[in-house]
C-alpha cells in the first residue's frame, strides 16, 4: 500500500478494514498521474489495469467495482456481481466482499456498524446526496442508525465548490438547517456549497450522529488529489472498506 494513500481515522471495529487512494502509487501518467483507477476518463487501458492490479494486491478480493451515476441505487457486493452494476452505493456483510466507489471532488462515505457485522461505501455528489444516497445506504444496512459509523473521505471543499441557486434550492426546501451550508459566492446568483456539512446534516436527520473525517479539499492539493472541477481532464480515486475474516 502507498505510503501516502489514506487510512480513516474513526474508532470502527478491528475487523472492519478501509482505505482511500490519492493520486501516488500507480503507473498512469500526464492528467492521470499516477494512481488513476477510472476506466472512463481517457487513460491508458494497460495504466489503469496496472493500477488496479496494484491496488488488488492490498485487498481479499477484487473491489465491487461501480457505474456510478449520481443516483441512490444501492448494489450488494456479497453478490458475484455479472457486469459493472449501475449504482453510486454499495453494502456487504460478507466477509472479503470489498465495497468501492471512485471520486474526483465529490464526497466518498464509508460505513460500518459498532459490531463489525456490516458495511457500505456511498459516492455522494451533490445531486446523489440531495436525491437520498445515503440514506438509501443507511437503510440498506439494516442496523439502527445509532449503530452505525461514517467517515467522510476527500472531496471539494466549502472555499472551492460553486453551484448556482437550483442546488441551494434542492438542498434547503425541505431543510431550513441546510442554509448554514451555503454563503454568497463573489458572482451574483451563485454559492458557495459545504458538502460535508450538508452530508453531517443529512445523516444526523437519518440518526447517524458517529460522523468522522471530512476536510480535505481535493481541489486545493493538486498533488496529492484528483479534482475534476479543477482540471476537467483528470483520473479518480478510490474509497475502499471491508470486512476482514
Known sequence: MSPDWIQPDWPAP???RAFVTTRHGGVSSGPYASMNLGTHVGDSPSAVAQNRWL???CLPAEPLWLE??????IADADAVAEGTP????SVATRPSAVCAIMTADCLPVLFCDDMGTVVAAAHAGWRGLAAGVLDAAVARMAVPPGRILAWMGPAIGPDAFEVGDEVRQAFCAGNPAATDAFRPAAQRGKWMADLFLLARL???ALGVTRIFGGGECTWSDPLRYFSYRRDGVTGRMASLVWLAD
Open 86 to 89: 449501475k449504482a453510486d452505493a
Open 202 to 204: 443529512r445523516l444526523a
Open 68 to 73: 456510478q451515476v449520481h443516483g441512490i441505487e
Open 14 to 16: 478491528s475487523n472492519v
Open 55 to 57: 491496488l488488488r494486491s
